[in-house]
């Protein structure tokens, strides 16, 4: 299993309280079906960002307390906007989530970790927000430490999957930090594992964990069964920063995921810690 974002929302979990599954699974499908018209399939990029505009305007409709007239749309946005109306949800959030969405169309690069960094804040943090707004516990310093956490399992997504953002011709390694340690884009076109490119996926490596240790406590001021998902998904995160390590940060060769029993091991940590 790889650490990607969507892949470790919590839909329909058994950990999860009953009467918070309906909501999750209204936001995971919004989040995994516009995620899915920026990357997915064969369509022109003129033909996406019309369709992400498209959920603007549904999600603009919620607010004015309106259908939309997509028959296409209106089922997931008739439950989405139930769920935003009966527990408050900030319709802000889905909106960031939709111009991190639109930029991926067409942004392929970024020229510094401030660039990434804010492309995080619309694409990673909105989740962790929404989930705090369900729970009632979105504290300043909650959604902080979400913040950290949101966004590091965004760039450890980034640091397993080089070599798969290549193929699609995109790099999130900021170009900043690619100069600074001498790698170029040659190099990753190669798949070589230079020790320039050492460098700089370790530099990257921790950055990411420092970020998720910083968010880490989270877990433990959520209650029960949703603090401990948290911990594992915590776990994991770090898990796949370790096995880039371990494997000399070649994720060319090697894309680094956790199998079965590298979950076993972390729940018995998210059990402990």
Known sequence: MSVDHYE????????????????????????????????EGDALPVMRLARLNDYRRALHAI??????????????????????????????LFRDLLDAFSQDVGKTRYTDFTELADYCRRSANPVGRLMLCLYQAETPDNLTMSDQICTSLQLINFWQDVAVDWQKQRIYLPL???????????????????????????????????????????????PGRIGWELRLVVQGGLAILDKIEAHGYDVFKRRPILGKTDWLRLAWRATIR
């Not at 929302?9 to 920026?38: G, M, T």
């Not at 997931?76 to 802000?92: H, K, S, T, W």
């Not at 530099?203 to 968010?215: I, K």
């Open 8 to 39: 470790n929302f919590p839909v329909a979990s058994f950990l999860l309280p009953a009467r918070l599954r309906e909501p999750v699974e209204a936001i995971y499908a919004f989040a995994r079906s516009a995620d899915d018209i920026a990357d």
């Open 176 to 222: 900043a930090d690619m100069q600074r340690f001498g790698v170029t884009e040659a190099d990753i076109d190669a798949g070589i594992v230079t020790h320039a490119f050492s460098a700089l996926m370790d530099f990257e490596v921790q950055r990411a964990r420092t970020m998720m240790l910083q968010g880490a406590p989270l877990a433990r001021r959520l």
């Open 63 to 92: 607010e004015q307390g309106r259908p939309f007239d997509d028959p296409g749309l209106a089922p997931m946005f008739d439950r989405l906007g139930r769920n935003i109306g009966e527990f408050g949800l900030p319709v802000g």
